[in-house]
Nanobody, 123 residues
Framework: QVQLVESGGGTVQPGASLRLSCAVSGLTFSRYAMGWFRQVPGKERECVAATAWRGSAIYADSVKGRFAISRDNVENAVYLQMNTLKPEDTAVYYC?????????????????WGQGTQVTVSS
């Protein structure tokens, strides 16, 4: 049974940092590209970052220079370091796994999803 469990969300002030974690089990983690998505009510889920098997990454323009995705193929985990957070970063954040070797911006390319963790940026 494949499980993706996110953690690390919360409420922070603008300019603060958060680090999201996603623990993965039930699949050969090193053979899956991983992505972080976010969604706000009434909008489509959007990819903020994704990492390939070997760690090369892609980012949404809105988070380049502020967010960093990383993975640990020993701990079977993927992380999203979020710096200089803005109110528009408020969303539910999901991690996702795809059997592709490289990350994708498209949610349809992902096979497994976590349950999400809420991030709220507010003063």
């Amino acid at each position: 049974q494949v499980q993706l469990v996110e953690s690390g969300g919360g409420t922070v002030q603008p300019g603060a940092s958060l680090r999201l974690s996603c623990a993965v089990s039930g699949l050969t983690f090193s053979r899956y590209a991983m992505g972080w998505f976010r969604q706000v009510p009434g909008k489509e889920r959007e990819c903020v970052a994704a990492t390939a098997w070997r760690g090369s990454a892609i980012y949404a323009d809105s988070v380049k220079g502020r967010f960093a995705i990383s993975r640990d193929n020993v701990e079977n985990a993927v992380y999203l370091q979020m710096n200089t957070l803005k109110p528009e970063d408020t969303a539910v954040y999901y991690c996702a796994a795809t059997a592709r070797s490289t990350g994708s911006y498209h949610s349809r390319d992902y096979d497994y999803w976590g349950q999400g963790t809420q991030v709220t940026v507010s003063s």
